[in-house]
């Protein structure tokens, strides 16, 4: 009797800022390489145990330092708009993803391409979120400092997690991905790095123009819209902590092993998720698994990744308990 092969398990990578830039290796090119080949050895770990990936990751840090230097040289040079700084991160993370990966896995004797695909995602040009800048980008400021960029630059600057002032900017959710049925294409022979930074944000227009604005889209929802276009099995978003807690950074403190879509729910309206933190994290993987009731959710740090895909760590999050 012809046994059939099984399919492997598809996961959707979500890596966060400290996946790709390491404060004490500094925030130069070259130290984000160094820290972006170190990430790569645990992705192609996860990538050698058989799970076919594909990897999304944030570009908060990157875009922000793009735009300051666009803004900087104004006198010399035209200022890039936001669309293309977000453009200009795209390309220059993948590129790093790609060297580190592609090596990692080389010295694991697993040969398979790994490609970078610059995506657009579609937004909806009347989003909220253009009224409500939340989404933080660029360096850390004291208070005195942020009220100095606010008067002097018009930046929006709100606190950010207990850990100093940022920048904010529009953060619309991602609608649809422009270059999708290339993802599906590429997916069974490549490792694919796409909506990276959460994408490249463009309005839909007629006859299938599309116009870039100046917003940068939530990498974890961008994740997410990724994980249900692909049908993965599992949307896991890698962050600097190795599991989800309450009362985060207080005595009371509790780690979660195990959240239902519920529960998910009753602690967001508990307050116990930062908005420029972990609140976007469990949102959006609740509402992966919302939408696919048989699918899960893992959200741990880089280093638990791939014990967390076997049961070992990390918070998990299903439809219900």
């Not at 990430?39 to 990538?47: F, K, R, V």
């Not at 022979?189 to 604005?213: A, D, Q």
């Not at 403190?253 to 469990?282: N, Q, R, T």
């Given at each position: ?136 980008i660029g360096p ?172 070992k760590a990390g ?7």
């Open positions: 009797m012809e046994h059939k092969k099984e399919k492997p398990v598809r996961v959707v990578i979500a890596l966060g800022g400290n996946a790709l830039q390491n404060k004490r290796a500094g925030t130069g090119a070259e130290a984000q390489l160094k820290t972006v080949r170190e990430t790569c050895e645990y992705l192609a770990e996860i990538s050698v145990k058989g799970f076919e990936i594909a990897i999304a990751h944030g570009n908060g840090p990157q875009v922000g330092q793009i735009v300051m230097a666009s803004e900087a040289a104004a006198d010399t040079f035209p200022v890039m708009p936001f669309d293309v700084c977000d453009a200009m991160s795209q390309g220059y993370i993948g590129y790093h993803l790609q060297q580190g990966l592609k090596y990692a896995l080389n010295n694991r004797n697993r040969n398979i391409p790994v490609l970078t695909i610059v995506t657009q995602v579609v937004v909806e040009k009347d989003d909220p979120a253009f009224r409500n800048p939340t989404k933080p850390f400021y004291t208070e005195e400092e942020a009220r100095a960029l606010t008067e002097e630059r018009g930046y929006v600057m709100k606190e950010d997690a207990g850990r100093g002032f940022r920048r904010v900017v529009a953060s619309p959710i991602p609608r649809k991905i422009v270059e999708i049925d290339s993802v599906r294409r590429l997916w069974d022979s490549t490792v694919v790095i796409t909506v990276g930074g959460g994408g490249i944000p463009v309005i839909e227009k007629e006859n299938g123009v599309f116009e870039g604005v100046a917003a940068v889209i939530d990498k974890d929802f961008a994740a997410e819209k990724l994980a249900e276009d692909v049908d993965a099995d599992i949307l896991m978003i890698l962050t600097e902590v190795d599991r989800v807690f309450l009362n985060y950074g207080k005595p009371n403190e509790k780690a979660l092993d195990h959240m239902s879509v519920a529960e998910v729910a009753k602690y967001i309206k508990e307050g116990h998720f930062a908005e420029g933190s972990m609140l976007p994290k469990v949102r959006a993987a609740a509402k992966f698994v919302r939408a696919n009731p048989t699918k899960k959710a893992i959200i741990t740090s880089l280093y638990k990744g791939t014990e967390a895909l076997e049961g918070t998990l999050i299903t439809f219900a308990k």
